[in-house]
Every structure is written in C-alpha cells, then in structure tokens.
C-alpha cells in the first residue's frame, strides 16, 4: 500500500513541471514511470484520447503495457476507452472472469495480462483527457487506498497535461499570429514589417562581408483604372497574378515584399555591383510584358521601378527603401515603365557619417548629448510610474541627429560603451534630483543596454557605483534589453544577468516578438519585463494578427509572473485594446513625446500631493501638457 508521504513526493516532484517548459510526452512518461516505482503493479501505460481521432500521445513503462494501450485504442475495446468515455475509474482483478471487454480480453490474456484498473485523467466538468491504466500478472482487487492515490495521481497529471496543452495551443497560435502579421493576406508575400527585419539581417550581413545590397520599388502604372473599370475583385487577382510572377524571378537569399496597395519590394543582398542591380530592374518590366489572364479579361500592366543601390562599407538602412520610393516617382514622372538608379555611395554621404562618427567622440565633452524621458503609465489610469530615458544628440551643424543613426554609429565602435556609461550615470543623477524635489513620487528608470556593453568588463561594478552614488533604490533600476543579446555569447550573458539580479536591479526584454522570441527565455533568463514592440501595438485594431499577439504575450507574461509594458501607444483605440487586452502599463505619444529632465522634475514638483496623470496632449519637446 502507497505511503502518504510517498506519494506526497510524487505530487511535489509533478507540481514542479509547472514552471517548466515540460513537453506533454515528458509529463507522461514521467507519470508512468513514478506510479510503478510506488504502486504494487507490474506495468502502467496511459493514453491522450481525443473524439474521432487516433492517440496522440502514448506512454508505457515497459513493452508489454505499450502493447496493451495500442491494443485497447486499435480496437476501441478495453478499460482505457471505457474509463475515457465514462469519466470513472475501472477496476478489473481477473481479467479471465471479465465479460465487458470480449475483444481486448482473449488477446491480453495470452499476452499474460491478469488484472488491470484504469482510471480516467479527469479536468474539471470537460471530457476527460484520457486514462491510466495500471497492470498486474496476480489477481486481485487493489487496496482502497492504492484507487484513490492512482486517481489522485492521474487527476494532478491531467491538470499538469492540461497546463502542457493551452502552453502548446498559445505557442501555436503566437506562431500563426506572428506569421500573419508578417506577411500580406492577400499574396501571401513578406509586408513592411518583415521588411524591415530583413533589413536589419541585411544591415549585419553587409557589415560582415562588405558586399552589395539594393532595393527596388516597384509601383505599377494606372492600376486605379483597373479598380475603377472592372472592380476590386478584379483588382485583387491581378495583384496575386503579379505577386506570383515578380516571385519568379527572386534569387536566393532575396526578399519580395508587399508593401500597400500595388507597390512591391524588391530586398536584394550579396550583388557584385549596381550593374546586377539594374539587371533585376530589367527582368521585373520583362515578366510584366505579356498579358494577365484574369476572370476571363486580358490586363496589360507596366510598372515604374526605383532602385537604390548600396554599394560595399555602404550602410544598409531603411533608407534605401526611401530611396528607392524616391527613384520610382522620378521613374513615373518621365512616364513610367521603367526604371531610376539612385546610388548610395555617393561621397557626401559617406563623408557625413565619418564627420559624425568623429564629433560623436567629443559629444559628451562639447554638452551635445542629453538624455529625454519618455514617461510609462499605468494603463488603467493614467498614472505615470516610471520613465524610459532616451539618448539625443543635437550637432553644432545639423541640429537633431536621429537616435537610430546617434546609436548605431556608436556600436560600430567602442563609443557605444562610453555613451552607454553616461547615459546610465546621467538618469541615475536626475531621478536622484526628481526624488529631492518630490520625494513622494519615486518613479522607475528604465535605461537601454547594449550588447557590446553588458558584456564589457566591469559593467555590473558600473551599474553598482551608480545606484551607490545617487542612493537609488537597485529595484527602482530596469535595464533593457534587446532579443538579440541574448543569442550572442549565452552562457557569460546568463552570467552577467545574474550578477546584476543579485544587485536587486530588474531586467526587461525590448521589442518582444520581433526577434529571435522563445518561450526557453523566459524559463532560463532571469527577466522581470517584456515590452511588446510598438509594430505590433500600432495596427492592433486593423490587423487581428497583431491583436493575438499581443494577446500572447499577456497571458505568457501572466503565466510566468512577468510585468507587460505597451510600447508606441499613440492614439486613444490602440490605448483601449491594449487596455482590454491586458497589458498593465504602457507607453507612447498618446501619454507624451519624450521629456527633458527639468520639464518632467517640475511637473512632479507641482503634483506633489496627487498622482502624475495622464494622458497628455501631444506637446513641444521639453513640456507636459496635461489634458483638460
């Protein structure tokens, strides 16, 4: 007979498949294997049954009982099925007096099967999961005792099993979703936002093989008369009919996306020279020279092409695709079908970026940079709880330097970890003043981190030094962090992380889901935050994709206990659906633009008594203004 505390430790050791990633099969085979070390049973196997459906999922702990499983759900006889379809447990001590069960009884008797008892995995008031059954070569009934603890073990493991299931239906889902807003319904073809990935990968490739890369931006000539004279549905074939020959022609390792209407892109990488460029331009007006067959109508289309080449040590950006946009309309005004080559190595522009990258070297010195806070709210009311602190450069020359081009530049070399230090030291010192002047608002502070700079020497003694010499609280710090650091150099970044979780301070996981996500993130990596990327955030309302997406995170984020921040919230129905969708703080323009450091310390100075509300109307650089 099970011990109490026997099988209190079986419980235990299940209960910790919780807060794991456990596979359904794992769970299973888990479950077999502990019931015969504590039971007095020769076998156990256990079956998922779903209606109408083969078995998914078996489990046996040895030979004999995985053949008696697959006979019982072969010839749909037998105690597993009866246990399944009744939701009670099943008791058979002499399978050689047993009438119920003719057809599994001859053939398990001469397989040396003498008793068996079977209990179904029961979830709430829904149909059961499936059943155990456990196997003996004696007769006779099984203790009171031995039922109860083999019901209790077949419930625990079907509440885990149902846990295993909604975790592998939300990762599917998040899959689709994820796929879905990366790519247009219509063509099936790559939209802006995977394009803008590619870019990136494209961006990295062109840094480390110093090739070639171009864009080009095909638009196609007078298609609104198509719409016009023969309809949408009309309109929508041809596109599909044109997505599928511009597909012909890509090359390996190429993108062709749909960006809007009848505007496509073409993301080239690894060209010898512009040359090969332009000969792609040529084959894309070469595939649109024959006709369209199209619900019984013959289309001619032509197409205006922009090309914007980068030639090699040429940043590969989202620039190019403005370029390309640009060549296009030169190509359309000198009457379309055909094409315009705008190259990106000009001098000037190369030029420009060794002049900034030489000025950023004596930014910090010269008072150019400065660090803006962009406030987070609490999503239900407005309140702000912290401030995401953001680097600006303002050039003698050419006034506001992008952040996007400010940074980059920096992480080409080793100013990244210099700004990064002051940045850091910077936010530390004006939350420190905010708290002076308002002691009773202490606001988080949120500060990015770059790769390159949580794996430099001596980072976790900075972060430490800073929190000791502006006396804030190591919770109040949250580092941010970006998917793709934590795929480069795991196991001294899981060291790192660590080092500076046993400082107190918390971590955040920027841009969730348009990296590398996986759900072995968070069950491995000490994160407290996931911050849903604004491309998802900013079509929530039009694109159900996106709305299930951030959907997922929500619940993910809940089921590992984890905080959900709403990047790029600008208007009042993306701040709704994020609202019902559960994420709990948020941030955007729709709250504030970003803020100097004065312009928030003031505004917390005049609200002392009251919480910092918003949403806030859209203001100049450097002031709140609440809202009536």
Not at 88 to 99: G, M, R
């Amino acid at each position: 007979m099970v011990e109490e505390s026997t099988l209190s430790s079986v419980l235990s050791d299940f209960a910790r498949t919780m807060v794991t990633d456990f596979p359904i099969q794992r769970i299973l085979d888990s479950l077999v294997e502990r019931i015969v070390a504590i039971l007095p049973i020769t076998a156990a196997g256990v079956t998922m049954i779903t209606k109408g459906q083969p078995p998914r999922f078996i489990a046996a702990s040895d030979s004999s009982a995985l053949r008696f499983e697959r006979l019982q759900t072969t010839i749909g006889d037998g105690p597993c099925v009866l246990a399944y379809e009744s939701g009670a447990s099943v008791a058979v001590a002499d399978l050689a007096t047993e009438t119920r069960f003719p057809d599994f009884a001859r053939p398990a008797l001469e397989a040396g099967l003498v008793a068996v008892f079977t209990f179904p995995l029961r979830h709430g008031n829904g149909p059961a999961l499936g059943a155990l059954d456990l196997y003996r070569q004696t007769a006779g009934p099984l203790s009171e005792t031995d039922m109860v603890a083999a019901q209790t073990l077949a419930d625990v493991a079907a509440a885990y099993l149902w846990n295993a299931i909604s975790r592998e239906k939300t990762e599917q889902m998040a899959v689709r979703s994820h796929h879905s807003s990366l790519h247009d319904a219509l063509t099936g073809l790559p939209n802006r936002l995977l394009l803008a990935e590619r870019l990136e990968r494209a961006a990295q490739r062109a840094r480390r093989t110093h090739r070639s890369a171009a864009v080009l931006f095909v638009d196609l000539d007078r298609f609104k008369q198509v719409n016009d004279h023969y309809g949408h549905h009309t309109g929508d074939q041809l596109l599909i009919a044109v997505a599928g020959r511009l597909s012909a022609i890509l090359r390996p390792g190429d993108t062709l996306c749909r960006v809007s209407g009848d505007e496509f892109v073409f993301l080239c990488e690894d060209l010898e020279s512009a040359h090969d460029a332009e000969g792609i331009a040529t084959r894309i007006t070469e595939q649109l020279v024959e006709p369209f067959d199209v619900l019984d109508l013959s289309l001619v289309v032509t197409a205006s092409v922009g090309l914007a080449y980068a030639g090699p040590g040429t940043e590969v950006s989202d620039q190019l695709v403005v370029d390309a946009d640009t060549a296009m309309y030169q190509a359309k005004r000198r009457g379309g079908d055909g094409h315009r080559v705008i190259d990106l190595r000009e001098a000037l522009r190369h030029n420009r970026r060794n002049e900034l990258e030489t000025d950023l070297r004596t930014a910090i010195a010269d008072g150019a940079l400065s660090v803006a806070y962009q406030p987070i709210v609490r999503t239900a009311d407005g309140t702000v709880t912290g401030v995401e602190a953001l680097l600006r450069w303002t050039h003698a020359r050419y006034g506001e330097i992008s952040p996007v081009v400010a940074v980059d530049i920096a992480e080409q070399s080793p100013l990244i970890n210099e700004i990064g230090q002051w940045v850091l030291e910077q936010a530390g010192r004006d939350r420190a003043q905010w708290l002076r002047d308002a002691p009773e608002r202490p606001l988080h502070l949120a500060v990015n981190v770059s790769g390159r700079q949580l794996l430099s020497n001596g980072f976790c003694v900075l972060v430490d030094d800073m929190l000791t010499s502006t006396g804030m609280s190591p919770e109040a710090l949250i580092l941010e962090l970006t998917e793709n650091v934590l795929i480069d150099d795991t196991e001294r970044t899981l060291n790192v992380l660590g080092d500076l979780r046993s400082l107190g301070v918390r971590l955040a996981l920027d841009d969730f889901g348009t990296g590398f996500s996986s759900l072995s993130y968070l069950a491995r990596l000490p994160i407290d935050i996931l911050k849903i990327d604004r491309a998802f955030v900013a079509d929530i309302d039009g694109n159900p994709g996106n709305a299930a997406i951030v959907t997922a995170v929500a619940d993910l984020a809940r089921a590992f206990k984890l905080e959900v921040i709403a990047e790029g919230v600008e208007t009042p129905v993306q701040h709704d659906r994020i609202a019902a969708l559960g994420c709990e703080s948020s941030q955007g323009f729709y709250y504030s633009w970003p803020v100097t450091a004065a312009a928030l310390g003031e505004q917390l100075a005049t609200t002392r008594t009251h919480p910092l509300r918003l949403p806030v109307q859209r203001g100049h650089h450097g002031s709140l203004t609440p809202s009536s």
